[in-house]
C-alpha cells in the first residue's frame, strides 16, 4: 500500500507565500507524475500544477509565475512554493501520484490521492 501525506497548509494573508509538501511512503518502486490539484468549495477539483520524474513542469495558467512545482525524487516528495497569494487561491490542496509498485514479481501502476490540506488566503 501506498500513503501520501501533504503537510503546509494554513492561513495566510493576501500577497503572502507558502509552501507545500507531499511525501509519499509504502511499497515503493518508483513514482512517475507527480501533482497538486485543488477544490474550492463548490468548484470541480481543478489541476495546479504537475511534473514528471524528468523535471518536466505543467502549471495551470491561473498560477504561472507565481506557483513552483519541485520534488525530490530520493525522498518520494514533491513540492509547492506558493507566492503572490491571492483569495481566489482559497481551496483544498490535494497530492496526487502515479506510483509503481512491485510485489511478488508483479509490478503495478495505481493513482494514489493525499487527504488534502487547506489552504486560506484572507485578510
Known amino acids: 500500500q501506498v500513503q501520501l501525506v501533504e503537510s503546509g497548509g494554513g492561513l495566510v494573508q493576501p500577497g503572502g507565500s507558502l509552501r507545500l509538501s507531499c511525501a509519499a511512503s509504502?511499497?515503493?518502486?518508483?513514482?512517475?507524475?507527480m501533482g497538486w490539484y485543488r477544490q474550492a468549495p463548490g468548484k470541480q477539483r481543478e489541476l495546479v500544477a504537475a511534473?514528471?520524474?524528468?523535471?518536466?513542469?505543467n502549471n495551470a495558467d491561473s498560477v504561472k509565475g507565481r506557483f513552483t512545482i519541485s520534488r525530490d525524487n530520493a525522498k518520494n516528495t514533491v513540492y509547492l512554493q506558493m507566492n503572490s497569494l491571492k483569495p481566489e487561491d482559497t481551496a483544498v490542496y490535494y497530492c496526487?501520484?502515479?506510483?509503481?509498485?512491485?510485489?511478488?514479481?508483479?509490478?503495478?501502476?495505481?493513482?494514489?490521492w493525499g487527504q488534502g490540506t487547506q489552504v486560506t488566503v484572507s485578510s
Open positions: 509504502g511499497n515503493i518502486f518508483s513514482i512517475n507524475t
Open positions: 496526487n501520484a502515479d506510483v509503481t509498485t512491485y510485489y511478488s514479481g508483479t509490478y503495478r501502476i495505481q493513482n494514489y
Open positions: 511534473i514528471t520524474r524528468g523535471g518536466i513542469t
